[in-house]
């Protein structure tokens, strides 16, 4: 069945940076766009960024543009999503998607 596990997650400050990963299991990797999304309490879950099957033109949120970098691995069916200069406001759980398959996210918290 298909698995996306995300990991990465944590308690950071301002300008700090987290790498997230997701591992993908169940299906052939390199025939997915994937995508990173996040849920903050009260608000509703938001695209964060997209990367083509093919690795090529990448989607970014204009809240995170020039600071996060969503990149995969095929090889290792794992999507990432490498985060700068983090700011309180972008506390939320994070989620990798695949299709209409969902992980269990990771929680990341910036203190200011």
């Known amino acids: 069945q298909v698995q996306l596990v995300e990991s990465g997650g944590g308690l950071v400050q301002a300008g700090g940076s987290l790498r997230l990963s997701c591992a993908a299991s169940?299906?052939?990797?390199?025939?997915?766009?994937m995508s990173w999304y996040r849920q903050a309490p009260g608000k509703e879950r938001e695209l964060v960024a997209r990367i083509p099957r093919t690795g090529g033109s990448t989607y970014y949120a204009d809240s995170v543009k020039g600071r996060f970098t969503i990149s995969r691995d095929n090889a290792k069916s794992t999507v990432y999503l490498q985060m700068n200069n983090l700011k309180a406001e972008d506390t939320a759980r994070y989620y990798c998607?695949?299709?209409?398959?969902w992980g269990q996210g990771t929680q990341v918290t910036v203190s200011s």
């Open positions: 998607r695949a299709f209409n398959y």
């Open positions: 169940g299906f052939t990797f390199s025939s997915a766009n």
